[in-house]
């Protein structure tokens, strides 16, 4: 045991809370829960957008607790849901951002495309990104 208790859920804590540390300095936007929502929103469009063995296995490259936050609330009967338009999955990620709409969202989004690419396997990212349209992909980095 940890001095905070398991050694597990700490080192999921941590591991949480590095990604959302990195993607708030991505972003620049010096809010964590603000880029917390953003990394939810982002990995939720994706997980819909993914058929049901290729979210299975984008998800298990997740950190313990964000894996977590990535299945909350899904539905896998009604996967895949294909994005076709760059504007389509903006719009699906500003739904988590109704009552504080970003205005950088394209940027922001690309942010967290940023960060995936640093913290999941080359392959896996090559898979996701293969799912989506090419206007989609303009927002992941190097496309």
Do not use: C
């Not at 991505?26 to 997980?47: N, P």
Request: glycine content about 6%; cysteine-free; hydrophobic content about 40%.
């Amino acid at each position: 045991m940890s001095a905070l208790g398991l050694k597990i859920i700490d080192e999921s804590v941590q591991a949480a809370n590095s990604w959302i540390n990195d993607l708030d300095d991505l972003t620049g936007w010096g809010h964590k829960q603000r880029s917390y929502r953003l990394l939810r929103a982002v990995i939720h469009v994706i997980r819909d957008h993914l058929n049901v063995d290729e979210a299975a296995q984008f998800g298990a490259q997740l950190p313990v607790l964000i894996r977590g936050i990535y299945y909350e609330g899904w539905n896998p009967s009604k996967t895949p849901v294909t994005e076709r338009s760059r504007d389509g999955f903006i719009e699906r990620v500003q739904a988590a951002f109704r009552t504080d709409p970003m205005g950088d969202a394209p940027e922001a989004i690309a942010a967290v495309m940023t960060l995936l690419d640093a913290r999941i396997s080359a392959g896996e990212m090559e898979d996701v990104r293969g799912t989506f349209t090419r206007q989609i992909r303009t927002l992941f980095p190097d496309a």
